[in-house]
Each structure stands twice: as C-alpha cells, then as structure tokens.
C-alpha cells in the first residue's frame, strides 16, 4: 500500500479556501450569503461584493443585519 504523506500547510490551505454556504437570501433583488470554512472564519458578500470576512461571528452577523 502507497504511504500517505499528510502536509500540515496543505491541509490548513484546504482548511482556509474550502468555504461552506451557511445562508443564502435576496435583499433588493441582490444575493446576499454568508460562507463559514473550516477554520471557523464567516465571509458575508452581498451582491459579489465581500462586506465581512473574519473569525467573530457577531461581526458577520452585523455585516448580514446590516445589509438586510
């Protein structure tokens, strides 16, 4: 059996762009959602444009209330 090699930069890489849709609305006919990723950072982007991106969830929960 071929050795498996784990890669501590790889996996925080894959950690750190592997994002995940948590929610996802219209606000005046515009898409606003908010990504967690492994590494328990928020994004929130409101109409493709990035508003939020960082570890407090109640800064991103600002960022979404905000843009509603």
Known sequence: MKRIILR???IQA???D???L???DYVN???LRLWINHLIEYKVEY???R???GSRMSDAIDA???AI
Do not use: F, N, T, V
């Open 14 to 16: 894959w950690m750190r």
């Open 29 to 31: 006919d515009k898409l």
């Open 47 to 49: 109409d493709g444009i």
């Open 8 to 10: 501590p930069d790889d």
């Open 51 to 53: 508003i939020y991106q």
């Open 18 to 20: 592997s994002w995940g």
């Open 64 to 66: 979404w209330e905000d």
């Open 22 to 24: 948590y929610a996802s």
